[in-house]
């Protein structure tokens, strides 16, 4: 039994592929720093105690 041929893309088609991928993670990276500094803008930090108990996840002596 012959093993069936596997399709192969030309490199413009990887190259585009590629182009494609990188806009969109661009995007979304672009729509979270919007969003974040919206929050910002609005006042929405988080408090000493939020960041010590995420912080003490990672990190260890957090005082």
Same mark, same amino acid.
């Given at each position: +039994?012959?093993?069936?041929? =596997?399709?192969?893309? *030309?490199? %413009?088609?990887?190259? =585009?592929?590629?182009?494609?991928?990188?806009?969109?993670?661009?995007?979304? +990276?672009?729509?979270? !720093? @919007? @969003?974040?500094? *919206?929050? %910002?803008?609005?006042?929405?930090?988080?408090?000493?105690?939020? +960041?010590?108990?995420?912080? *003490?996840?990672?990190? =260890?002596? !957090? *005082?």
């Amino acid at each position: +039994m012959e093993k069936p041929k =596997t399709k192969r893309h *030309s490199d %413009a088609f990887h190259t =585009t592929d590629i182009s494609h991928r990188h806009s969109a993670r661009q995007a979304l +990276m672009f729509d979270e !720093i @919007q @969003q974040a500094l *919206s929050e %910002a803008d609005s006042g929405d930090f988080a408090s000493p105690k939020e +960041m010590k108990a995420v912080l *003490s996840k990672w990190v =260890t002596n !957090i *005082s």
